[in-house]
């Protein structure tokens, strides 16, 4: 890993936690052009990714064994990406869900995560407790306005908590194209789920807000709720569009007059 200061130029190559021994080898030869993993700054060290392609083969093998067994069903990967996120400590983990084969009812069966330490490269495997199986939250559907955004799972205490983004981010858009942002955000922890303009207030099961009551604010909500209540209804979703549709015919009423 190498970097170079800025202002002076000054330029510092390390070895990478985990290195092998034909690296070392390496390193050896161009001392001290190649300074030891230990000198490595703590803060560039949590930037240190797992190594992409590494992880995809882990989580490969952990698939096809798990397809070995006569007991259960191939594990799924959620999502079919791995994810990044920075956990407490400043650590930078690269991680994916597993979620058993079966048809009905599908149900977590694992987290596959893996960062970089001072020690090298580690790889986990977390598993729930086999008497209390969760389950993860149904895939968001998107449509030619929205995109759902990366899905992502982590141990909360002995449960999980889900985080995904539904995004605002038209397919079609005259040029040049708005900005894409956040429109909702799901979140599900401990059995309890929620959605919201915030994480916090999805967790929260509903926060305050300060509503924009102007007309074109009251018109991008009805469009974004049309929008919506139109996936629910694509997919069979008949619980989530009447609610939608509610929040719709909430909005198109007329605001109440002041007495």
Not at 95 to 111: C, D, N, W
């Amino acid at each position: 890993m190498g970097a170079v200061r800025v202002g002076t130029g000054e330029t510092h190559i390390w070895l990478a936690p985990g290195y092998d021994s034909l690296t070392a080898t390496w390193a050896r030869r161009f001392e001290p052009l190649i300074e030891p993993a230990e000198r490595l700054p703590p803060d560039l060290r949590t930037q240190l990714a797992y190594p992409a392609d590494a992880f995809q083969v882990a989580v490969a093998q952990l698939v096809r064994a798990s397809g070995d067994s006569a007991i259960q069903a191939t594990w799924i990967v959620r999502p079919r990406e791995p994810f990044q996120l920075g956990a407490p400590g400043g650590t930078l983990w690269m991680a994916v869900a597993f979620e058993s084969g079966l048809l009905t009812p599908k149900r977590f069966v694992g987290l596959g995560a893996a960062t970089v330490t001072p020690r090298g490269p580690e790889l986990h495997l977390w598993r729930p407790p086999a008497s209390d199986p969760d389950r993860l939250p149904g895939e968001l559907v998107g449509s030619s306005q929205l995109r759902p955004g990366q899905f992502r799972v982590w141990p909360a205490g002995s449960s999980l908590i889900t985080v995904q983004a539904q995004m605002y981010e038209p397919v079609a858009a005259q040029p040049p194209p708005p900005p894409p942002h956040v429109a909702e955000v799901y979140v599900t922890l401990d059995g309890r789920s929620g959605h919201g303009l915030t994480a916090r207030a999805a967790l929260l099961g509903g926060e305050q807000i300060v509503t924009d009551t102007t007309l074109a604010a009251r018109w991008s909500r009805v469009r974004r709720l049309a929008m919506q209540a139109d996936s629910a209804l694509g997919v069979g979703d008949l619980e989530t569009f009447g609610s939608l549709w509610r929040q719709l015919m909430s909005e198109l009423a007329p605001p109440p007059r002041p007495r």
